[in-house]
Nanobody, 128 residues
């Protein structure tokens, strides 16, 4: 069974930084699109960032552009989400997700339920 293992969540103040990591032993990231979907209390899940394991496709939610950067290390089979200038509205549970479907399709209505591999989630808390 494939497992995605997230790390790097925590609590920071507004303006702080965190770096999330997602490792997947047994999964070849080069064959997948890997992203982060967050769940904010009281809101629908939203795709934050996504990257192709072997192509140049990337996606960032408008509200995180210029603050978050996603990268993949195919040697370590790990995806990183570097988050800077964090805001309280970035608070939520961040799930690492991997699927063979392209990042651009993840936001199609109802599509999240079909994404294949999910991590257990890591909590990010940004205080004002």
């Amino acid at each position: 069974e494939v497992q995605l293992v997230e790390s790097g969540g925590g609590s920071v103040q507004t303006g702080g930084s965190l770096k999330l990591a997602c490792a997947a032993p047994g999964l070849t990231f080069a064959d997948y699109y890997i992203g982060w979907i967050r769940q904010v209390p009281g809101k629908d899940r939203e795709q934050v960032s996504c990257i192709g394991g072997s192509d140049d496709e990337t996606y960032h939610l408008d509200s995180v552009k210029g603050r978050f950067a996603i990268s993949v290390d195919n040697v370590k089979n790990t995806v990183y989400l570097e988050m800077t200038r964090l805001k309280p509205e970035d608070t939520g549970i961040y799930y690492c997700v991997a699927d063979i479907d392209r990042c651009r399709n993840w936001n199609l209505p109802g599509h999240y339920q079909y994404l294949e591999h999910w991590g257990q989630g890591t909590l990010v808390t940004v205080s004002s």
